[in-house]
């Protein structure tokens, strides 16, 4: 007959110890990869936006002479109107 030797109390509060630290571990990695998963989905949202303005940007420098481009950015950036327009200013 085969003798087995019982793990004394030291070895299993050793063990228990162990998978308690590894059960923390876990737990710690994954809310550091939800976290790196959030910043990603935000850098990607921030990379998709800025393309955008490049694309702008591009047709922009292609087209510096477009009609609609110019009356455009008189009417955002210097406040002109065409003749006939009439603006309305809503305060609050």
């Known amino acids: 007959m085969v003798r087995t030797k ?4 030291l070895t299993k ?4 110890a162990l998978l308690i630290y590894l059960a923390t571990s876990l737990l710690n990695l994954q809310g550091r990869i ?5 910043e990603r989905d935000s850098l ?4 998709a936006e800025q393309t955008q303005v490049n694309a ?6 292609a087209n510096p002479d477009d009609p609609e481009r110019i009356a455009d950015i008189a009417r955002d950036k210097l406040g002109l109107v065409a003749p006939g327009e009439k603006v309305f ?3 609050n």
Not at 6 to 9: D, N, P, T
């Open 13 to 16: 509060l050793v063990v228990l």
């Open 44 to 47: 990607s949202r921030q990379v």
């Open 89 to 91: 200013i809503i305060t």
């Open 6 to 9: 019982k793990a004394g109390l």
């Open 56 to 61: 702008d940007l591009a047709e922009d420098v």
């Open 34 to 38: 939800r976290q790196t998963q959030a």
